[in-house]
């Protein structure tokens, strides 16, 4: 069925897309138009269930409805990880943050260690 | 042993309170310089180090393993005739002499890092599953078979000024050890392994990272994008 070619293709085609450029501006582009064109297919879906019906069977699968619920589970997968490579790279910025204000407030045992001082080596 | 006024030890130290004052104290007899992150620990670590000698950079949250490494690695090279770095346990497991044996290697051989492993000496006392688990590792990395190295998860590691410069570890959690590997293959620094012991004691054990998390490990090394500075 044809479905089956679309749905893999699509979800190989944007994993590697995501990995890839994922947080460059274009990335960021894409992404917004993805949803945009979901939206519109969600609109369509409302208002001309027929239309979408007609689809469905062009691309081989049974009703509308579940082209509509293939569409939207290859678009979850693709929200969940944009937000945990978001959730990634915030993390790795915030590590940075936190390593900076750490190094800013080292202490060095010369400060701390005056009673051991002697006692060692 | 000679003067080791060069060689700077980083110690990630996470809740590790009951130990970690004698680990320092026992391995400052051999090298005097050692840098003990605290990770955000909820216990008494820190206390515990102000009095052991190491200098203390202390994370204000808990980041994980890898930042806490890469937090010494920046404190260590940025210190005044810092030469050798050492990546060591804060639990006990390893030994000084192995570390005076990495750094001999160092200041003799043309190399840049040297990874312990603990697959060349005697295996028996690593317990089963966990041999089982760290060979699986080692037969499903690329980078490890190219280098032919024999244990990706040794905390154990000395490496040289380049190395230490250019060190940038990006994933906070256990992943690092894979990604220190990845730098290896991809910066071609000469790399060796040297057979060091880690003594599996009570404590380290209950310590010790699950083996489950090799998944979370797993995870984070696959689902990544090319990591930007």
Same mark, same amino acid.
């Given at each position: 069925?044809?479905?089956?070619?679309?749905? @893999?293709?699509? !979800?190989?085609?944007?994993?590697?897309?995501?990995?890839?450029?994922?947080?460059?501006?274009?990335?960021?582009?894409?992404?917004?138009?993805?949803?945009?064109?979901?939206?519109?297919?969600?609109?369509?879906?409302?208002?001309?269930?027929?239309?979408?019906?007609?689809?469905?069977?062009?691309?081989?699968?049974?009703?509308?409805?579940?082209?509509?619920?293939?569409?939207?589970?290859?678009?979850?997968?693709?929200? !969940?990880?944009?937000?945990?490579?978001?959730?990634?790279?915030?993390?790795?910025?915030?590590?940075?943050?936190?390593?900076?204000?750490?190094?800013?407030?080292?202490?060095?045992?010369?400060?701390?260690?005056?009673?051991?001082?002697?006692?060692?080596? | 042993?000679?003067?080791?006024?060069?060689?700077?030890?980083?110690?990630?130290?996470?809740?590790?309170?009951?130990?970690?004052?004698?680990?320092?104290?026992?391995?400052?007899? !051999?090298?005097?310089?050692?840098?003990?992150?605290?990770?955000?620990?909820?216990?008494?670590?820190?206390?515990?180090?102000?009095?052991?000698?190491?200098?203390?950079?202390?994370?204000?949250?808990?980041?994980?393993?890898?930042?806490?490494?890469?937090?010494?690695?920046?404190?260590?090279?940025?210190?005044?005739?810092?030469?050798?770095?050492?990546?060591?346990?804060?639990?006990?497991q390893?030994?000084?002499?192995?570390?005076?044996?990495?750094?001999?290697?160092?200041?003799?051989?043309?190399?840049?890092?040297?990874?312990?492993t603990r697959f060349?000496?005697t295996t028996e006392n690593i317990p089963f599953l966990k041999r089982f688990v760290l060979k699986t590792v080692v037969l499903l990395s690329?980078?490890?078979?190219?280098?032919?190295?024999t244990d990706a998860h040794n905390g154990?590691?000395?490496?040289?000024?380049?190395?230490?410069?250019?060190?940038?570890?990006?994933?906070?959690?256990m992943?690092?050890a894979?990604? @220190?590997?990845?730098?290896?293959?991809?910066?071609?620094?000469?790399?060796?392994?040297?057979?060091?012991?880690i003594l599996y004691t009570e404590?380290s054990m209950a310590k010790g990272q699950s083996l489950i998390n090799g998944v979370n490990i797993l995870?984070?090394?696959?689902?990544?994008?090319?990591?930007?500075?």
């Amino acid at each position: 069925m044809l479905i089956q070619y679309i749905l @893999i293709v699509a !979800t190989v085609l944007l994993v590697i897309f995501f990995l890839r450029h994922h947080g460059t501006t274009r990335a960021g582009a894409v992404v917004k138009l993805g949803f945009a064109l979901f939206l519109v297919f969600g609109v369509v879906a409302v208002l001309a269930p027929t239309q979408v019906s007609h689809l469905a069977s062009l691309v081989g699968v049974g009703r509308g409805t579940d082209l509509v619920l293939y569409a939207l589970v290859v678009a979850f997968g693709f929200a !969940t990880i944009n937000t945990y490579l978001r959730f990634k790279e915030l993390e790795l910025r915030y590590a940075r943050l936190a390593r900076a204000v750490a190094l800013r407030s080292a202490e060095s045992p010369e400060a701390s260690d005056t009673e051991h001082d002697g006692t060692l080596h | 042993m000679g003067d080791q006024r060069d060689v700077w030890l980083v110690v990630p130290v996470y809740n590790e309170a009951p130990v970690i004052a004698d680990v320092v104290r026992e391995v400052r007899r !051999t090298f005097p310089n050692v840098v003990c992150v605290d990770d955000g620990s909820r216990d008494r670590s820190s206390d515990q180090i102000r009095g052991s000698g190491a200098h203390l950079v202390r994370h204000p949250v808990n980041l994980g393993q890898g930042a806490a490494l890469q937090t010494g690695v920046e404190y260590a090279r940025a210190q005044p005739g810092a030469q050798y770095f050492v990546t060591f346990d804060a639990d006990g497991q390893h030994q000084a002499e192995d570390v005076e044996r990495m750094i001999q290697r160092l200041r003799n051989e043309s190399l840049d890092i040297v990874l312990g492993t603990r697959f060349h000496a005697t295996t028996e006392n690593i317990p089963f599953l966990k041999r089982f688990v760290l060979k699986t590792v080692v037969l499903l990395s690329p980078a490890l078979r190219k280098l032919k190295l024999t244990d990706a998860h040794n905390g154990l590691r000395a490496f040289n000024r380049t190395v230490a410069e250019s060190m940038n570890i990006t994933l906070n959690g256990m992943g690092h050890a894979s990604q @220190i590997v990845e730098m290896i293959a991809r910066e071609e620094w000469r790399v060796a392994e040297e057979p060091v012991t880690i003594l599996y004691t009570e404590y380290s054990m209950a310590k010790g990272q699950s083996l489950i998390n090799g998944v979370n490990i797993l995870f984070d090394s696959l689902l990544r994008t090319n990591a930007r500075r």
